[in-house]
């Protein structure tokens, strides 16, 4: 269901009293008061003090940032805090609801780094720079550097010799293009001066002047569109090898990754961040090289015409280098935020397009839109203040540009005058000068592209720079055969700073049935998903067949697991292509025999085109029953020596339970299986139960001896009865039926 979150990361900052000259960095809405009743409070962090509202008043307080001042994080019970402390003691202590967490959590961290900034003398940093949140503390504070483009050599390496030819290519069409101004020297000095003053035009120099004047044009013409195309083709497969590159390695990182990210954002920046670096390399960073060349060229060429004049052309250079790094300071920053935002605006998209169902049946078509819009006024709001900046550098870059060509017209008029230089000279000056201020203006407004380029890698390399929690093992054991024990010893699990599984310990023999229950959050799934190395353990070891699973390689040792969960996920295609998902190369003979024992073939072949019929995008146009067979048969195909049932069957009608449930008994043969269920009743074949509660095992044992223990479980299994007698007691029942009419006259 899309997030409700009102977004609090920054709402606290424009109400909070600052000093002149003092910028917000940081906020959090509180909405716990010390009671832990729902008030409102703020909490705002500066580049000088914290500052901070308590819940239900409207005083403000405010501690300086000194280097005793610390500020700590907790989390008890679906409840967040933040306190306050210095050498003596605790100062101030704010607590929220965990929905604001990932805000707490990016305050905390830009807390620590402004006291580091304050303590060396740092300058303080841009308000723009904001940290990207997650869950577990703050991604990367930094702004983005130019250097990081630096970095694409990586995928531009196996392209070496194509980017040196077009190198050479952008040298030579360059030098093709600086000959025309040079070739108007002869053609003013010795053809129409001389002309205007009585001598005879001499036309065969005119005809190889003009001659001159094509070629140098046709081949600059030739030699550009080689480049132009040489090294399009090149930064297309760079572009092509960094998404997939990105996605690979996205691949690769573990579930607590994307449990802090927005898909929106993360599509896009494989997308839309990576087609800007496609651009900028295939485009405007060979029209900088040209640039580059260009001017270093004319420089030579002028400085060899006249130095004199030369060393007036360059008299806007200090000008515009002085305006292009402070422009570029802010803009750095500011494309980072853009494609943030930008992001915000894509995680709606991907929140509510998917999810348009639930919106349609609550009717939250208005909210959902307004969310949209705010994101998008946000978006707008972050290019209006960049666009500011921007449309002030880019004019004023242009009146430089136009000053310096002034100041050339008049110096050279002046040697004229003076006989210094001729008029074919100063034409030829002109004409180069033209090349140079625009090739100038040129540069300049690349530091636009340039900075959104930087932006776009630095968070494409922030998703390659990540390490999963998951790694592989250096030197990984084969695993041939896999047998089914399972042994946790001493296993503990934290999400970030909440401990979810502690001190566990459990045997399952090979082939053996266990069976999982307890309450919601009693750390039942967290459990399945350390065995399935989904995450690993923080304490103790999880062993197969003796051997701990960390030292299998991670895809080695998931082909030998089968899951099942509460909902099931199909793909966009046929039916035979989800069945075999797991084993892609399996024959269709291999793939009916899968729906088969899932009792899924029947209803496949009532389909229009039978298992070549196509599902719809998460399994759309098939019955929850049909996708829990479905991706049951997918289990089975792959074979799996260890079996993991998450809530198989709570989301289905009883009829549909108990297909499901027969498909089932076919998956289970053989095969090491642990099973969650909330409906106790369908655990009863399994071997043994395992009762849990707040991350410990409290009780193991058979549903009969369970229930003979009266504890957890039985208090559990009485639970549930209660349950089923007052809903079926609540059913209304049917008025009897009405007596059969008879026939007039009837006996």
Not at 55 to 84: C, E, F, I, M
Request: contains cysteine; hydrophobic residues 45%.
């Amino acid at each position: 269901m899309p997030s409700t979150d009102p977004s609090p990361v920054l709402a606290a900052v424009p109400s909070a009293p600052l000093e002149r000259g003092e910028n917000a960095l940081a906020g959090l809405d509180v909405d716990l008061d010390a009671k832990e009743r729902f008030a409102s409070g703020e909490i705002v962090l500066t580049d000088r003090r914290l500052l901070a509202r308590d819940a239900g008043t409207d005083t403000w307080r405010a501690w300086p940032l000194t280097p005793s001042l610390t500020l700590q994080h907790a989390d008890h019970g679906g409840v967040g805090q933040l306190s306050l402390h210095d050498a003596d003691g605790r100062l101030a202590a704010w607590r929220y609801t965990l929905g604001r967490d990932p805000a707490a959590l990016k305050l905390l961290g830009l807390f620590e780094r402004q006291k580091r900034r304050l303590a060396s003398g740092e300058a303080d940093p841009d308000d723009d720079a904001e940290p990207e949140e997650t869950d577990f503390g703050v991604e990367s504070a930094a702004p983005p550097s130019t250097w990081v483009l630096l970095r694409l050599w990586r995928f531009a390496k196996p392209y070496q010799w194509q980017l040196l030819l077009g190198f050479v290519l952008t040298l030579a069409s360059t030098a093709a293009s600086l000959v025309p101004p040079y070739l108007t020297i002869p053609l003013m000095d010795e053809v129409l001066i001389p002309y205007q003053n009585g001598q005879q035009i001499d036309t065969h120099l005119v005809w190889m002047l003009l001659a001159g004047l094509l070629a140098s044009a046709l081949v600059a013409w030739a030699l550009g569109w080689m480049r132009t195309w040489l090294l399009a083709l090149v930064s297309e497969r760079i572009g092509a090898d960094l998404r997939t590159a990105t996605f690979e390695h996205l691949l690769r990182l573990s579930l607590d990754y994307f449990g802090s990210k927005r898909t929106g954002d993360l599509m896009s920046r494989i997308g839309s961040e990576s087609d800007r670096i496609c651009v900028f390399l295939s485009l405007h960073a060979l029209d900088f090289a040209t640039d580059v060349l260009m001017i270093g060229m004319t420089a030579a060429i002028l400085f060899s015409i006249n130095p004199s004049l030369a060393l007036a052309t360059l008299v806007p250079l200090p000008f515009i280098a002085w305006m292009i790094h402070l422009v570029r300071d802010r803009l750095r920053t500011g494309f980072e935020k853009i494609d943030r935002v930008w992001g915000e605006v894509t995680s709606v998209l991907a929140d509510t397009i998917p999810g348009i169902r639930v919106v349609k049946a609550f009717a939250q078509e208005q909210r959902e839109a307004e969310r949209f819009r705010r994101a998008n006024r946000a978006n707008l709001e972050v290019n209006d203040k960049l666009n500011k900046t921007w449309s002030l550098f880019t004019p004023t870059v242009s009146l430089l540009t136009e000053i310096g060509l002034l100041v050339v017209w008049a110096f050279g008029i002046w040697l004229v005058s003076r006989d210094s230089i001729t008029v074919g000279v100063l034409s030829a000056f002109i004409a180069y000068i033209g090349r140079f201020y625009g090739r100038l203006d040129s540069m300049s407004r690349i530091v636009s592209v340039t900075q959104k380029a930087a932006a776009g890698a630095k968070r494409i390399f922030d998703i390659l720079d990540h390490v999963s929690n998951v790694p592989e093992p250096a030197q990984p054991v084969k695993l041939e055969r896999v047998q089914g024990g399972l042994s946790l010893q001493g296993v503990g699990f934290r999400y970030g700073s909440r401990a979810v599984i502690r001190g566990l310990d459990l045997d399952i023999r090979p082939g053996e049935m266990i069976g999982l229950v307890g309450h919601s959050g009693s750390g039942k799934s967290t459990l399945v998903n350390l065995i399935c190395r989904f995450y690993d353990v923080t304490d103790g070891a999880i062993k197969v067949d003796g051997i701990d699973l960390r030292r299998f390689g991670v895809a080695d040792y998931r082909r030998h697991i089968g899951l099942v969960l509460q909902e099931p996920f199909l793909f966009f295609g046929t039916v035979a292509e989800n069945i075999a998902y797991g084993k892609p190369d399996a024959t269709r003979e291999e793939i009916v025999a899968a729906a088969r024992a899932a009792h899924a073939h029947e209803f496949i072949l009532r389909l229009p085109h039978g298992y070549d019929s196509v599902v719809g995008e998460r399994g759309q146009g098939l019955s929850g029953g049909e996708r829990q067979r479905i991706s049951i048969a997918r289990a089975l195909l792959i074979d799996p020596r260890i079996l993991i049932l998450d809530e198989a069957t709570s989301s289905v009608d009883t009829e549909t339970e108990k297909e499901i449930q027969k498909a089932l008994d076919n998956l289970v043969q053989g095969r090491t299986t642990i099973a969650i269920a909330h409906r106790l009743s369908t655990l009863r074949r399994a071997d043994r139960l395992v009762v849990m509660d707040r991350g410990r095992i409290v009780e193991v044992g058979t549903h009969d001896e369970l229930l003979a223990r009266e504890g957890a479980y039985w208090r559990l299994y009485e639970a549930q009865l209660r349950q089923v007698d007052e809903s079926d007691s609540e059913r209304p029942l049917l008025p009897p039926p009405a007596p059969a009419a008879h026939p007039a006259g009837a006996a």
